[in-house]
């Protein structure tokens, strides 16, 4: 399998699918390795006898799929509750801070718990810094691989070569590249940067930022897109994969979309290191590139290259995205409630969000 692995504060990596489909349901083995992996070593091997640990959420986005479950978990005398006061585990949305008037008081012992899959450079994230966070924060779940439980949007496995007709696939495709996008002003300038391209090599754009729809609603990330994949995999040749902005460690389904059996080469742009995620000759990369223009040069050349296109298409078509494991989020977090192990804290949870190599501005665009 190709994943990320980072060390963090338990070194288990956590893969979260773009429905929030969490999932938690630890086995006795997954429950061993937990324990050898946190700062503090034993835990006792079942939970106390007391009462049941309450978790509560302070802004949870409305409409969001609830997988607060304990159902398999070792330690799983643990449930939700409505009331703050009885909270043992508070979870908190980063990117929904704006919701929140005034944060209540956080009392002894209490777990506070940041849970987000958005990166934090983006205008949701600003009025974090209205908030006195410090020492109140004792674990995260989101982007960064030195979070408590590092977001991970997907993986991908090798498997053997499908038997296809290649000279047929490739004869078929009539354009070039496409690119679906339903937010335009973004941080990593996308959309300039997709423009300039556009005076080397034809990109159709699909969404709320072209002229370009596949279906009634168009491309709908994280909705059914069957469709337009079919259809992307069927008449283009390139898929500009490019992320909202740039962060470390930030992949998103917009490149692991793509090796789900559709024929076409992702083109990459973003703030992660892929040659180090993902293995080589599956993807191109904008940052080998001088400007947008160069890069789109190069598509137009390799779309003509019929040889060399389908060599690098066959390498792509050897991976495919993985099944994401299950989670382990909800069974940690119950058992660190009841344990009361590991002990930990943000000092400053804000300087940890925002250090400076954890996001930045585009260099690519002059």
Request: glycine content about 4%; proline content about 6%.
């Amino acid at each position: 399998m190709w994943a990320s692995k980072h060390s963090n504060v338990f070194e288990i990596q956590y893969l979260e699918t773009r429905d929030d489909h969490y999932q938690s349901l630890a086995s006795e083995a997954q429950d061993d390795k937990f324990k050898n992996h946190t700062k503090h070593g034993n835990q006792p091997s079942k939970y106390p006898a007391g009462r049941v640990k309450k978790f509560f959420y302070i802004n949870r986005r409305p409409n969001k799929k609830d997988c607060t479950k304990f159902t398999g978990c070792k330690y799983s005398a643990c449930a939700k509750t409505s009331k703050f006061e009885e909270a043992d585990v508070v979870i908190l949305n980063p990117a929904r801070m704006k919701k929140v008037q005034e944060l209540p008081a956080k009392r002894p012992g209490q777990i506070w718990v940041m849970q987000s899959r958005e990166p934090t450079n983006l205008p949701s994230m600003e009025t974090l810094g209205q908030y006195d966070l410090d020492n109140k924060v004792n674990f995260t779940m989101m982007i960064f691989s030195d979070s408590t439980w590092p977001v991970r949007l997907g993986s991908l496995k090798e498997r053997p070569l499908p038997n296809k007709d290649y000279d047929k696939i490739f004869q078929a495709k009539r354009f070039e590249v496409a690119w679906f996008v339903s937010e335009c002003d973004r941080p990593s300038r996308r959309m300039e940067y997709v423009k300039r391209m556009m005076s080397s090599v034809d990109v159709h754009i699909y969404g709320k930022c072209g002229n370009m729809t596949c279906g009634s609603k168009g491309y709908r990330m994280g909705g059914k897109k069957d469709l337009c994949l079919s259809l992307l995999s069927r008449d283009y040749k390139f898929y500009l994969s490019f992320e909202n902005t740039f962060c470390r460690d930030y992949v998103t389904e917009k490149f692991y979309d793509m090796f789900k059996e559709v024929d076409v080469i992702p083109v990459v742009r973003g703030g992660v290191d892929y040659t180090k995620l993902f293995p080589p000759g599956i993807f191109i990369n904008a940052k080998d590139f001088p400007s947008p223009e160069s890069l789109g040069s190069y598509l137009q050349s390799l779309a003509k290259n019929k040889q060399a296109y389908v060599a690098m298409l066959k390498e792509k078509n050897r991976y495919i995205k993985d099944k994401n494991p299950r989670s382990l989020f909800y069974c940690d977090l119950c058992k660190i409630a009841h344990t009361g192990e590991p002990n930990h804290i943000y000092p400053s949870f804000l300087k940890w969000v925002r250090k400076p190599d954890n996001c930045w501005k585009p260099t690519d665009l002059k």
